[in-house]
């Protein structure tokens, strides 16, 4: 599953910071997913309870801060928000568009817990 091998990269990084605090406890993680990212929220919930199980982050609270996409027009500069990945900019019928975010799919912060 996609969303399973996420997970797992995702504990990894948070395991990996955890270390470097020397904390075996990590209390929350912050996760920023675009609602573009190709993730599918609750396969994603789902998979990161499997992931942090027997991980240092097996207490902590997962934070999911989903971000909603948003396009910007080469043509005419307008900023839009979008729900697809082929998008016409609704101001100047132009193709030639790109995104500011929606895309993204990140640790946003992690809390670690220090003895
Ligand atoms: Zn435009």
């Known amino acids: 599953m996609h969303e399973l091998s996420i997970a797992m ?62 396009a910007v027009c080469e043509e005419c500069c307008h900023e839009f928000k979008t729900q697809d990945y082929f998008k016409v900019c609704p101001y100047c019928n132009s193709i030639n568009t790109g995104f500011l975010k929606g895309k993204e799919l990140k640790i946003k912060s992690i809390d670690i817990q220090t003895n």
């Open 9 to 70: 990269q995702i504990v990894e990084i948070v395991e990996e910071e955890a270390r470097k605090h020397d904390s075996a406890q990590v209390s929350a993680v912050h996760l920023e997913i675009g609602t573009l990212s190709g993730v599918e929220p609750d396969a994603l919930k789902f998979a990161m309870e499997e992931a942090v199980r027997h991980s240092m982050a097996a207490k902590a609270d997962i934070f999911y801060h989903f971000i909603e996409a948003v």
